[in-house]
């Protein structure tokens, strides 16, 4: 078989296999709709036995990537057409291009989010938001910050009432969460963090659901700009 490189280290080998795998389909070096090389052949071109490549790609399979047809062979899965957001941090690490799309999504589903925050929240999720954000001005280091400005937009998509909002909350928040470390630059000064965020707990605690989606929106594309500053 063509040139598979050489045989990879023993301790980590499924691990190894996998990652080397995962990339050479994201890569495109294994088309979607395609069929991989015979196990055996796969296997010998890696270096590793069967039970190392099959157990890769059990990981793989649970992934999205592959698919096993009985008789015919392993099919590399067309992901864009049938894979779900819980594709999206296994992408971002892969290419840091995904992170604007996923930010496109960021503004305007967090925008909406606030909007409906301030039509549906209760009196107790208006005191935690407030809580929340006091707690991000208090935050001790940028990572810190980061971390307590996530919790203020997991509040508010729970404020919705809408457990849909809470889950595509989390899924934007687990795609960019592998690369946060590059993304903190909104961060770095907690006062000014608070005073960024301030506005949309506050119209969305006075109940003003015009005036929440404007402060979101305003609130997200300034941290998108600045985050995607620091990518450069």
Known sequence: MEDYVEALPRETI???LENRLREEILAGRHPAGSYLPPERALADGYGVTRTTLKHAFGRLMQAGLLET???VGTRVRDYLRLGGADLLPMLVRHSPDWIGEVFEVRRSIGALIAERAAAR???RQRAELRTLLAAVGDAADADAVQLADVEVHRALARATGNRVYVLLTNTLFNAYMPVRAALRGPFGDARMARERLQPVVDAVTAGDEAGARRAAERYL????????????
Not at 221 to 232: D, F, K, S
């Open 14 to 16: 499924v691990d190894v």
């Open 221 to 232: 594309t300034a941290t998108e700009r600045i985050m995607l500053e620091g990518l450069v």
């Open 121 to 123: 929240a209760s009196e």
């Open 69 to 71: 047809r009985h008789g």
